[in-house]
């Protein structure tokens, strides 16, 4: 039998679409192998390709001129006057450290144990055994005391603690069995980077002028609010039967104004990027006091000029008085 004629070419044309590919004379593996040897392959190594983000082994990575973090959503730019060298532009998130005290929100209730947002990668958790119960008794927990739990934190409560140590899963393990340590009321929470709180001895103040309490939270939280006198655990008792008439007590306005005034000096210098220390933020608010700015008015640009040009000309005068010393 003879083979089938040939079909005829189409008078209108091929079809639309795609056009058949033309067969590879060569096998595709011997042209890779072939350019690999000659150091042609299509591939380029990790990190040079022009369009492509990447990431090495530390987390640093990008693409063409800008560099990403890829852990903490950090992000760099290289400076054009000096070649090779970073600029970071995004806030640095805290870096904790064992004995650190910090300032969270409560943002869930779990058994036997609060989580807390303390501006970190995870939550920190803080167990029901690493605190002082309300009667102020050394005992163990029992389930009577896991259904109250409520009855001491409920979500979105402020609540100061140390740093106690971390978990198997990176998170941070609190603890609060001092009596400094606890709910936090009646006052203003803080947000600022966390590198512009330096640890220090002291992070809890008393400022008696105001009557205010300032805590400094290394995790970047501060907190200001009305001042609270720590009772002993004997004396615990004995407030019980006050706790109804201290609910029905107000703050003074006088106190809240003091609260803001501290509150809006914090702000101010956090937006300025000055390192934040309790004698900075007092001279800052008596500053607002002394040139007649209301506590509305911080916030303007005619006292950023001002606070701003008062740092810089302190500095000037330590620089000085150091040169002459030497």
């Not at 730019?77 to 640095?92: C, K, M, N, T």
């Not at 008439?245 to 005034?261: L, M, S, Y």
């Amino acid at each position: 039998e003879r083979p089938p004629p040939p079909a005829e070419p189409d008078p209108e044309g091929p079809p639309r679409g795609r056009a058949p590919r033309a067969p590879d004379p060569c096998p595709r593996g011997r042209v890779r192998r072939r350019r690999h040897r000659r150091g042609q392959h299509p591939r380029q190594p990790r990190g040079q390709h022009p369009q492509r983000a990447w990431y090495d082994g530390s987390g640093w990575g990008g693409g063409g001129d800008a560099v990403r973090r890829g852990g903490a959503g950090q992000q760099a730019r290289l400076r054009e006057d000096a070649p090779g060298s970073f600029v970071l532009f995004d806030l640095i998130r805290y870096k904790p450290e064992v004995g650190d005290i910090i300032v969270g929100r409560v943002i869930e209730i779990a058994p036997k144990r609060w989580r807390l947002e303390i501006n970190f990668s995870q939550d920190a958790v803080l167990m029901l055994s690493s605190m002082n119960l309300p009667d102020g008794i050394q005992r163990r927990r029992t389930a009577v005391d896991e259904l109250n739990m409520r009855s001491i934190f409920e979500e979105n409560d402020v609540v100061c603690a140390e740093v106690r140590g971390f978990q198997h899963d990176g998170s941070l393990h609190l603890q609060a069995r001092s009596q400094k340590y606890g709910k936090l009321q009646r006052g203003q929470l803080l947000t600022v980077p966390a590198y512009l709180v330096k640890r220090r001895k002291l992070h809890f103040h008393h400022l008696e002028q105001y009557d205010v309490d300032l805590i400094l939270g290394c995790n970047g939280f501060i907190w200001v609010g009305e001042h609270v006198v720590v009772r002993e655990i004997a004396d615990l008792k004995e407030d019980e039967q006050k706790l109804s008439a201290e609910a029905e007590t107000f703050t003074p306005i006088e106190t809240r104004r003091h609260i803001c005034r501290l509150a809006n000096a914090a702000r101010l210098l956090s937006a300025l990027g000055f390192t934040l220390t309790v004698e900075l933020i007092i001279q800052t608010a008596e500053a607002s006091v002394s040139s007649n700015v209301e506590i509305n008015d911080m916030l303007g640009a005619e006292f950023y000029v001002q606070t701003a040009e008062g740092e810089a000309k302190r500095r000037g005068d330590l620089l000085g008085k150091k040169r002459s010393i030497q």
